[in-house]
């Protein structure tokens, strides 16, 4: 019995990470049907209410006041960097570069957690984190090939976007490393989404974005898009009370594969060779990261 429940919830984790891998090309999506920002906000504020009827109303006196200002205000500034990023780049293919740039946070977590607390660790970890950045230059230069000058002038085309991206890589590298210390086995998601929402609605009506108009096809990719990504962080907090953790940590780090395989269908979109190969060094650094520490217990 024990088995089958193991499985079950290692099978919940795995659709929340098929899920989450369709969430640049949703947001991308929504940007272009409404604005960037108020797509946004609308798809955190139906995640939001999804997760509420899902998980419960939470109750802030449950949560640890550290926790909720450090690790909430992380986690807002992380979703709305990722976004904006996505729904404020000038194309579809850019949108996918911001996507990418964004898979460098598993790389970058490995990183950090090295930087706070020292240790001796396999002298791999290093070209595995470099190999993830090469491939995101990868991406970011086409078929021309590296070089500065080429990554320059793509990121000079729409420096906030990319600005916004690695931030948010960076941002959400941070909160693996500190919410693991200070939450105290806590999981304020809906409180977390909710601010989220509420801190884009101000943006937007602070902004010059226009009225949201509402059609029968774009209400329903809003409410799709918000139930996903709300049903995708609903199934893995179920997931990581009893599923296989070690098969759905090494599953996540192929997120930037499955994200350009959906993108590349949902937006009709035909991704270079270029783009893929950075996509695929991408996620060969993620994994080499995530091996060559776990195997020799350097991080704990």
């Not at 984790?13 to 946004?40: N, Y």
């Not at 939001?48 to 006196?61: D, T």
């Not at 209400?219 to 990581?240: K, R």
């Amino acid at each position: 019995m024990s088995f089958v429940i193991k499985n079950k919830y290692t099978f919940y984790g795995v659709i929340a990470i098929l899920l989450w891998s369709t969430v640049a090309a949703l947001i991308r999506d929504l940007s272009e049907l409404f604005s960037p920002i108020a797509g946004a906000a609308m798809m955190y504020s139906v995640s939001a209410l999804f997760l509420m009827s899902v998980m419960g109303i939470p109750k802030i006196n449950n949560y640890p006041k550290q926790y909720l200002a450090i690790g909430g205000g992380l986690f807002v500034t992380y979703e709305i960097c990722l976004a904006l990023s996505l729904g404020m780049a000038n194309s579809r293919q850019q949108a996918m570069e911001m996507a990418i740039i964004n898979y460098l946070w598993p790389a970058l977590t490995i990183l950090l957690s090295i930087l706070i607390r020292p240790k001796k660790v396999n002298i791999l970890v290093y070209p595995s984190i470099m190999l993830a950045f090469i491939g995101v230059a990868w991406c970011i230069s086409g078929d021309q090939g590296i070089s500065i000058n080429i990554l320059l002038s793509n990121i000079s085309d729409n420096p906030i976007t990319y600005f916004m991206a690695f931030s948010a890589a960076f941002i959400w590298a941070i909160y693996c490393v500190v919410t693991q210390k200070i939450s105290q086995g806590k999981n304020a998601i809906v409180l977390f989404f909710s601010a989220t929402a509420i801190t884009l609605w101000v943006q937007y009506f602070f902004s010059n974005e226009p009225s949201v108009n509402f059609t029968v096809s774009s209400t329903v990719t809003l409410l799709l898009s918000g139930i996903v990504i709300g049903t995708g962080y609903a199934l893995w907090n179920q997931a990581v009370i009893g599923g296989n953790i070690i098969l759905l940590g090494t599953l996540s780090y192929f997120t930037p594969v499955f994200s350009a395989i959906f993108a590349s269908v949902y937006l009709s979109m035909s991704l270079t060779g270029a783009f893929w190969e950075g996509v695929a060094m991408v996620t060969l650094g993620s994994l080499m990261c995530y091996f060559v520490t776990r195997t020799k217990n350097n991080i704990n």
